[in-house]
């Protein structure tokens, strides 16, 4: 089978695993390291598409479960596909579903055949099969889609992570096997590495992925409870063992300081919630920290949110105004905090970008502390 995406590295870092690539997609070029907004329900939230555009977002995530349960795959579908419905032209990351088996743990039954649950709208009984999680995704015609796999929290005992580790490959392969009958011709599918924090788990579901064989590899099961030393330590361990030559994506992580500290180890796709529900919850991110708007101190702050930030909000808009708005209520609060934190986030990715290029990225990993 011949892959829409291609994915080429441009620059590699001498001093860490960081690397700077291109992701070549049906629905456009991604640059790497990359940053991918959350769109869960086919919107990121507060934010219009051509917002994220002039932003800098190369690609956004949705979710495959939460677009099956409402408005149904059907309806996308009837409606051209998921960026026309979405009104995006650019690339789409579809997320399985495989986060929510984890996440909705009350409302699920998960078996070697795949996992029964209950829709969190209505109640409705439901069943998603690896197959099923490859049909929602061709349907939704997301540029990457992902396999179907189980999330397991943190702690876990060794015997409970193996045995999700194994299911998790199993499935991968079942996704692996009905992807390729499906013949794709604008799709590619990531395979998710699962193990929890036991070393050896994630080495044995590293070499399962490889044999099965994927166009990118994706990290899953850390940002789930785990100290911060260990989710590192993990990701140092899984990287380099992928293949050199395809994208790897570090799911549901971090912060900033986490982004830089995970490229060094040599990640080159991200997605988290962070910067848009803090936004909603009045919590800013800026150079020298963050800062929570709803502060008194706030009150009469004639500066921007960051001095440094080119960003539209930064550029017009005073503190003392953004906490009137938040403390308001206002709609405006959530779109110009969105604004302000995905700028300060994809940012943070063309600054890491550009550091590598010019082969000071150490100066970077040293200016901001990253581990």
């Known amino acids: 089978m011949t892959s829409p995406l291609r994915f080429e590295i441009l620059k590699r870092d001498a001093g860490s695993g960081a690397r700077v690539g291109r992701l070549y997609t049906a629905h456009g070029i991604v640059e790497t390291p990359a940053f991918m907004p959350v769109g869960t329900l086919g919107t990121v939230k507060a934010m219009t598409p051509w917002e994220l555009t002039s932003l800098g977002a190369g690609m956004i995530l949705a979710n495959a479960y939460h677009l099956f349960i409402r408005p149904g795959v059907e309806v996308v579908g009837r409606l051209g596909g998921l960026h026309q419905f979405m009104g995006w032209s650019g690339p789409i990351l579809t997320d399985s579903g495989g986060y929510q088996v984890y996440s909705l743990s009350r409302l699920r039954k998960v078996d070697e055949d795949g996992v029964e649950f209950r829709s969190h709208l209505d109640g409705r009984r439901l069943f998603l099969s690896p197959e099923g999680a490859i049909d929602i995704q061709h349907d939704l015609a997301s540029d990457v889609a992902m396999v179907l796999d189980d999330c397991i929290g943190n702690p876990s005992s060794f ?189 943070t990715m063309r600054k890491i970008r550009h550091f590598i290029e010019s082969e000071r990225f150490s100066e970077l990993l040293t200016a901001e502390g990253a581990q």
């Open 159 to 347: 015997d409970a992570a193996r045995a999700s580790m194994i299911r998790s490959m199993n499935w991968a392969q079942r996704c692996r096997n009905r992807f390729l009958a499906l013949h794709p011709s604008r799709q590619a599918l990531f395979g998710i590495v699962q193990g929890a924090v036991y070393p050896e788990l994630r080495m044995e579901s590293v070499q399962r992925l490889k044999e099965i064989g994927f166009e990118g590899y994706a990290i899953g099961g850390l940002g789930v409870g785990e100290p911060v030393t260990q989710m590192y330590e993990t990701v140092s361990q899984v990287a380099p063992e992928l293949p050199s030559s395809k994208p790897r994506y570090l799911m549901g992580v971090g912060t900033p300081a986490d982004l830089i500290a995970c490229v060094a180890r040599g990640v080159d796709m991200f997605d988290c919630v962070m910067p848009t529900r803090h936004a909603r919850n009045g919590w800013l991110f800026t150079a020298e920290g963050h800062i929570v708007i709803r502060h008194s101190r706030y009150k009469e702050d004639p500066g921007p949110i960051d001095a440094n930030c080119s960003c539209p909000v930064c550029a017009r808009f005073s503190r003392a105004y953004l906490r009137h708005l938040f403390i308001s209520r206002e709609i405006l609060s959530g779109i110009l905090n969105t604004i302000h934190n995905l700028s300060f986030y994809l940012d």
